[in-house]
């Protein structure tokens, strides 16, 4: 069973928003075009300019993945894994390649204002790699999953499934804000185990993990040693 963790606006709010976003960026897309403001009714580079505006709202889908991908956790048979989702990465991909796709076509067959055009391409075409993809990408593997007997987790740099009869305690390791980044175990072999959540794109799920130790392993908590790192 998925459930739902993190409510979105409501969805008249967020298409009224978008509609928003792709009109206002029909209008400011006439720069890109090598045809004076006044003489765009006389021209043909309408249907660019909705291109453009496409290109940016898949930009905004893509950064703004809630709208398509609302934060959701799985819960099965007592247990409950955090992941960074396999099907939206793929859904971000295929939709990204649309923008570079849009940009191409306007080159080659308007005529255009080629700094102005750079700046929009690279802005549409950038900030979604930055921003969603690149993390996304290197996170693929990535997941955690806690249950009454076992915490297991993967990331790019290691993997583990720790059972729960073996922790002395846990230590959740927070930055200055109080934002949870690592979950320090102390095992009864004094081994010690850190689960790097900060580098597993797992951002969404911190206060829903939080709430799970508090809930489940509070017996375990080292609450005397709770860290902040910087």
Request: aromatic share 14%.
């Amino acid at each position: 069973m998925r459930k739902l963790i993190r409510p979105t606006y409501p969805k008249e709010f967020s298409i009224g928003l978008l509609l928003l976003i792709f009109i206002f960026s029909i209008f400011l897309s006439h720069q890109i075009f090598d045809v004076p403001f006044l003489e765009i009714s006389k021209s043909n580079v309408y249907p660019g300019m909705i291109l453009v505006g496409v290109a940016v709202i898949i930009m905004v889908l893509i950064i703004w993945e809630e709208f398509l991908f609302p934060i959701k956790i799985k819960e099965v048979n007592n247990e409950i894994v955090f992941r960074n989702r396999r099907n939206k990465l793929k859904t971000q991909v295929f939709i990204y390649l649309f923008i570079p796709a849009i940009f191409g076509f306007i080159y080659f067959e308007y005529e255009i204002n080629h700094i102005r055009f750079f700046l929009w391409a690279a802005v549409c075409i950038i900030a979604p790699i930055v921003e969603k993809l690149a993390s996304g990408i290197n996170n693929y593997n990535d997941f955690l999953k806690f249950s009454n007997d076992f915490i297991e987790f993967r990331n790019n740099k290691k993997a583990g499934l720790i059972k729960l009869k073996e922790v002395l305690n846990f230590t959740l390791v927070k930055d200055e804000h109080g934002v949870i980044k690592k979950i320090q175990l102390l095992k009864s072999n004094n081994e010690e185990v850190i689960i790097d959540l900060d580098e597993m794109e797992l951002e969404a799920f911190y206060d829903t993990i939080n709430n799970y130790i508090a809930n489940h392993y509070e017996h375990m908590m080292n609450k005397a040693n709770v860290s902040n790192v910087s």
